[in-house]
């Protein structure tokens, strides 16, 4: 097995703006943006799926209009299909709601926090996605920002991945992960059963359900049941990607904002 990054290149079923309704009482609780409550939504459904038109990869809700996911699948391609360490514009993003392959709704992007390494995968292969519109209704997940994951500590990962012996359809569904091996500057290394699409998917603090960090780099087979090898990148590492996001969110203009850095 080789270690790689894992965003997903498969394609995808045209996005829906709301859910299909079966009757006038269920059009009522349908999500439908621009502040309405989001009466569908469950805990879960934080957990989103990040679209463009060459990848689809995984991202959490961590606020009401941002979405943590990993830098690599936000880049651009190279010929050969290299990663390369310039940021898709914003507008060919889409953000899927909704734990199956027919998505429930979609929001759009309007910018794209990340810093200037970690395209490929690695340390800094973390971004936020700042949304068009807040999700309102919807829980987002705590973020650990203050302290970082220790060796020891139990981990668990979530994402939209398949791998080709998976049974058939993208559904979001909850990794076999374990504890936490080796700890690096902007990553942490830990055995869990990863597939192409889980990149930026959340890794999960299992006493506090906390993202601690992004699913980059992993070893990988057919089997989604494979536990191996995964190289996850470190949120807390990169603490004023967050408060950028903010800002921009708050309606700061990017190109005000000084660069991001990726020295520790």
Known sequence: MVLAAVSGCASHA????????????????????????????????????????????????????????AHHCLVERGDHGEFLPK??????????LGGDYLPWGTVGVRAIVAPPCGEAGGRGDVAVLVLERKLVGMTPFAVRLEQPPVRGERLDPMGFGRC??????????????????????????????ICPG???????????NAVVGVVSLSAMDSDESTSALSVMARIDAFRSMF???RSISDGADPADLPPLSCDP
């Open 14 to 69: 045209p996005a829906v703006a709301v859910r299909a309704a079966s009757n006038a009482e269920a059009a009522d609780e349908a999500a439908l943006f621009d502040g309405v409550h989001f009466s569908v939504a469950e805990p879960a459904d934080a957990i989103v799926r990040v679209v463009g038109p060459k990848m689809t990869c995984t991202g959490t809700l961590v606020a009401d209009d941002r979405v943590l996911t």
């Open 87 to 96: 940021l898709v514009d914003a507008s060919i993003v889409q953000v899927e």
């Open 164 to 193: 080709a012996a998976s049974p058939s359809g993208i559904r979001r569904r909850n990794r076999d992960g374990g504890p936490l091996d080796t700890l690096h500057s902007g990553t942490f290394d830990m055995s869990a059963s």
């Open 198 to 208: 889980d990149s930026g998917g959340p890794v999960l603090a299992r006493t506090t």
């Open 243 to 245: 408060v950028y996001a």
